[in-house]
């Protein structure tokens, strides 16, 4: 059975940081690539970053750059988001997504390219 479980969500003051984590069970971790997306209250859901653990590339939607860090850990089949500099608008609910790897490096901030969906965390800054 496939799993995504997301952690780490939290109320934080603006300008401070948050690292969430994504434990994946039940495919080839390897093969696949990971995505985060958020979704604020009223808006679509907007990709964040992914990252493809096999090779390291990453992606990051322009309003994360130098702010956010996408990491993974193999051998736990985990991966992390750093998240530096919080504003209000970064407010939203995390949601960790699974989706092979040829698929994702190609269209990564598509929702359409992932198969598998966390249950989400959410994530609230204060101004």
């Known amino acids: 059975e496939v799993q995504l479980v997301e952690s780490g969500g939290g109320l934080v003051q603006a300008g401070g940081s948050l690292r969430l984590s994504c434990a994946a069970s039940?495919?080839?971790?390897?093969?696949?690539?990971i995505g985060w997306f958020r979704q604020a209250p009223g808006k679509e859901r907007e990709a964040v970053s992914c990252?493809?653990?096999?090779?390291?590339?990453?992606y990051y939607a322009d309003s994360v750059k130098g702010r956010f860090t996408i990491s993974s850990d193999n051998a736990k089949n985990m991966v992390y988001l750093q998240m530096n500099s919080l504003k209000p608008e970064d407010t939203a609910v995390y949601y960790c997504?699974?989706?092979?790897?040829?698929?994702?490096?190609?269209?990564?901030?598509?929702?359409?390219?992932?198969?598998?969906w966390g249950q989400g965390t959410q994530v609230t800054v204060s101004s």
């Open positions: 997504a699974a989706g092979t790897r040829v698929v994702v490096i190609t269209m990564p901030s598509l929702p359409s390219a992932y198969d598998y």
């Open positions: 039940g495919f080839a971790f390897d093969d696949y690539a």
């Open positions: 990252i493809s653990s096999s090779d390291g590339i990453t």
